[in-house]
């Protein structure tokens, strides 16, 4: 649903506990029910509020090619009601409660949370249990929600400077595998579904063995444990097999170059790089690369191209993480009167000085420490953790994570990122964009 998710974002720490206690082991408990609904329980009793996370692994990756934006899609239409909620009533009870309710889709997952005083945790959960099980779809809903994306992507997408360079992308970095669409996926696809589809796809993938859920905060883990077998246990499993995409992308040969004339007043440059997949060694190594190169405003990026040389008013680098191999995308948007290619020249030239000469110690050093808050301040907040544990229980197979993960940041050194800076940022493994300015716009 997304909806004032930046706000909710900056909202967040204050309903979580300060940043030195995060520093100590997150203690969970793990247990599943027979339909395979797998839970994990986390106890802080430092403010008296509770998240719940209710993870589904399901993403866009799911999808058919003909039916793609129906993962996200569906992340609107659930709040749409159930059996026993009414239309438009499943934010009002939580509203009512005090609390705040969100979700979101990625190509892999789709998770639903609620933030409520500790003493509405029962409502939470009947809550997700009627997501889980008596969600009401039906066309009327379908109907509404439809414009409702609609208007979202023209807002986010079409109608933004630059707002299409995701879409443009990914379908030239992906040949085969599904990561060639974006979540919102196609319109004509949305229009062109009957009420069968939707219900067809909510029953395959939101059942309880394709979901975790996670609470964290002011709980008894005791009486968080009967709560849960109270609302979910009887929700039935699926005994259909659940589509999983076992789709292995051909290496790219050969550059991949294209030119985009859109709304803009400034030529962009946009790079993506084909990367290894989360949880893999050298994934670990390829995310402190671009941080190196584009985070903060010390990166590499930042003072060279922005400050030093002047020659692009904004820069970025950030790893597309995913459950398959995925992609680090860079961009630089030129300064005014500057050839894109002198910031493409610039942007490689950063990259080769990675190549040619292992960072400094020092350098290296302020990598790690900055790698280390990132990770710190993810658990900052129940809602952190809570969304943290479902997301490596689902993606990695073990909610463990959560107090280790960072032993892997830590292990890689300045020779492993020496190293995947060669093998994964060269030019036949890349797709290049310029967006160019539309000689036709006003």
Request: aromatic share 10%.
């Amino acid at each position: 649903m997304m909806k004032k998710l930046l706000f909710l974002l900056c909202f967040l720490p204050a309903l979580g506990q300060n940043l030195g206690a995060q520093e100590r082991k997150i203690d969970i408990q793990e247990f599943s029910l027979e339909n395979g609904l797998n839970v994990i329980l986390h106890q802080d009793k430092s403010t008296p509020i509770v998240a719940i996370a209710v993870l589904y692994h399901v993403g866009s990756k799911n999808e058919k090619p003909d039916r793609t934006g129906f993962a996200h899609f569906f992340e609107h239409l659930l709040f749409e009601g159930s059996e026993n909620i009414e239309r438009g009533e499943f934010d009002a009870y939580i509203e009512n409660a005090g609390g705040t309710l969100n979700a979101y889709t990625t190509s892999d997952v789709t998770c639903y949370f609620e933030i409520l005083p500790s003493n509405q945790l029962e409502l939470g959960l009947w809550l997700e249990s009627e997501r889980m099980l008596h969600a009401k779809v039906e066309q009327k809903g379908i109907d509404t929600q439809r414009e409702v994306v609609k208007e979202e992507k023209r807002q986010r997408y079409d109608n933004q400077p630059y707002g299409t360079f995701l879409e443009q992308i990914l379908k030239r970095a992906y040949t085969i595998h599904p990561y060639q669409w974006t979540t919102i996926g196609s319109m004509d696809h949305l229009n062109a579904a009957t009420e069968a589809d939707y219900v067809g796809f909510y029953k395959q993938f939101y059942v309880p063995n394709n979901a975790t859920l996670v609470i964290a905060g002011d709980i008894d883990p005791t009486q968080a444990k009967t709560a849960v077998e109270k609302y979910f246990s009887t929700i039935p499993k699926s005994d259909q097999p659940i589509y999983r995409p076992v789709i292995k992308e051909p290496a790219m040969t050969a550059e991949v170059r294209d030119t985009i004339l859109d709304k803009v007043q400034l030529p962009g440059v946009f790079y993506a790089y084909r990367t290894p997949a989360i949880g893999t060694e050298d994934f670990y190594a390829v995310n402190l690369l671009t941080t190196l190169l584009a985070s903060g405003e010390s990166s590499r990026f930042q003072k060279a191209l922005v400050d030093e040389q002047q020659k692009a008013i904004a820069v970025g680098n950030f790893v597309f993480e995913r459950e398959d191999p995925g992609l680090a995308i860079a961009y630089g948007i030129t300064a005014v009167g500057v050839d894109p290619k002198e910031v493409e020249a610039a942007i490689d030239a950063e990259i080769a000085k990675v190549q040619n000469e292992l960072i400094s110690e020092e350098e290296f050093q302020k990598l790690r420490n900055q790698t280390e808050s990132n990770f710190i301040n993810s658990n900052a907040t129940v809602f952190g953790i809570a969304n943290n544990l479902a997301t490596y229980k689902a993606l990695y197979g073990d909610a463990k994570l959560i107090n280790t993960e960072i032993d892997r940041f830590m292990a890689v050194t300045r020779e492993d990122i020496q190293r995947v800076a060669k093998k994964y940022f060269v030019p036949n493994n890349r797709v290049v964009l310029y967006y160019l300015p539309n000689p036709t716009q006003p």
